[in-house]
């Protein structure tokens, strides 16, 4: 049994974390190891960047914003994300490449190939099988925070505008990997989107 690579992408709020445990319930229901991890903050390492990248940072210049998440992901590629693979196990990311792209790329205004090519470098080329990404008016998906803002939630509406439409711009470039499925639906229809691609995946 081969392993299988998912993420979920999207502004905050778009409710990543919930179809995340139905995936990872639905998988293990059918005998799947399942290996759930997140962005940053995968890792030891992860954890302490994700502090200081969220939290404790400050005014974290773009290009050091970027490097920062590398970090985190080449971690947590090499710890986490590979060993599962190798075993077999469906590994599910809230949150991968695809993060870097949109908010660094495009809500910070780096360029595309600077952002891609630096984190392909620190992952060795490791893309998704599938990436979901949950599209959401960035200010219907802000009011569903249940925490208070973390550095990027608190970036402002045109930042977070910037980032939604980069993830767009991902999905038309690369639909045969990233899903857009419209997370202002109801929980259980986002779901069955959900569900109906992955049991092609779950099957391979």
Request: cysteine-free; aromatic content about 6%; overall charge negative.
């Amino acid at each position: 049994m081969s392993g299988i690579f998912v993420s979920f992408e999207g502004v905050d709020g778009v409710g990543k974390s919930t179809q995340v445990e139905r995936l990872k319930e639905y998988a293990e229901e059918r005998g799947r190891e399942v290996v759930v991890t997140r962005e940053p903050g995968g890792t030891t390492l992860g954890v302490a960047l994700r502090q200081l990248l969220l939290h404790d940072g400050g005014d974290i210049a773009p290009r050091a914003e970027a490097l920062l998440f590398a970090a985190d992901r080449a971690q947590h590629v090499a710890e986490v994300i590979r060993p599962a693979l190798a075993r077999g196990a469906l590994v599910i990311s809230d949150r991968y490449i695809d993060s870097s792209l949109a908010y660094q790329a495009g809500g910070r205004e780096l360029t595309q190939d600077e952002v891609r090519n630096l984190s392909l470098w620190a992952t060795n080329d490791l893309l998704p099988d599938r990436t979901y990404l949950l599209d959401m008016d960035p200010a219907a998906s802000h009011n569903r925070l249940e925490h208070s803002e973390d550095r990027m939630e608190s970036a402002g509406q045109e930042f977070q505008k910037r980032t939604r439409q980069a993830f767009l711009d991902l999905a038309s470039h690369e639909p045969s990997r990233l899903m857009v499925v419209d997370a202002a639906k109801p929980i259980e229809k986002v779901w069955n989107q959900i569900r109906g691609d992955a049991d092609g995946l779950l099957a391979s």
